[in-house]
């Protein structure tokens, strides 16, 4: 009986039976290729002449050629639209990651009146889609002079980002003990020091996964870029790829291309972000 009951506890619990694995992987498999076959199409695309881009004939690759990459930064504006890009999305990052960290910082740590109408404020923003927003931002930025400026854009983004990064913030700077604060006030810290060189420092992790968040919602945006420049080069990244749609020839080698060279920014901030991601997203999920 002794014998049974030791092979019993041995024996390995929940144990998959060989069908239910080949399913298991086969479906991760199938979902691996459904999400990476748009990607790969628009990269091969990238590669071939326009002809073969639009042509009715299905192939992976023909008659290769770097001649649209040649054409999209040599004979565009597309340089230009990639620095608007850049000076709103690294302007809308710092300002966003300094806004939502000291908000998310103060309605961890301290009561004040209005903090749970607050926190319900950045909740509610959430709700609205950007098409309902547009037009009273626009009005804003009209009555301001902003129009047709990156400033318009800058702001426009910083409303989207701060509310969701701020409560992000605030569940990570929760899982953070209050007994740090208390020691730092002990030593002769104030509320600001005691968060600049002590809470900070320990939330790098949720800062990269805010900074990677608001940078993308910069960089790749199209309605309100759409909506509040007006001068060709002034667009923005998201808005100058229009450029390649027209209604009539669409110039689809070329938006390939484009689309191609947009990545290369996002992806480099998410290779120096990724370690922080993963901790940065869970952390805050459990206080304590």
Known sequence: MTAQVETAKRRPRNRRSPLASIAIHATLIIAVLIAIFPIAWVVLSSLKPGVWVQSSELSFIKEP???????????????????????????????????????????????????????????????????????????????????????????????????????????????ISRELDEAAQIDGCGPFATFWRIILPLARPGIAVTAFFTFLTAWGEVAYATAFIQEKSKFTLGYGLQQFVPAFNPQWEYLTASAVLITVPAGIVFFFAQRHLVSGLTAGAVKG
């Open 65 to 175: 050629t770097l001649d649209n990459y040649k054409y999209v930064l040599t004979e565009t504006l597309f340089p230009r639209w990639a620095l608007n890009s850049l000076i709103v999305a690294v302007a809308t990052t710092a300002i966003g990651v300094l806004m939502s960290a000291t908000t998310g910082y103060a309605l961890s740590r301290f009561n004040f009146p209005g903090r749970r109408q607050l926190l319900l404020v950045f909740l509610v923003t959430q709700m609205f889609p950007v098409s309902i927003l547009i037009v009273p931002i626009y009005v804003i930025m009209a009555n301001l002079g902003l129009i047709n400026t990156h400033g318009s854009l800058i702001i426009a983004y910083l409303t989207i980002a701060v509310p969701f990064c701020s409560w992000m913030l605030k569940g990570y700077f929760d899982s």
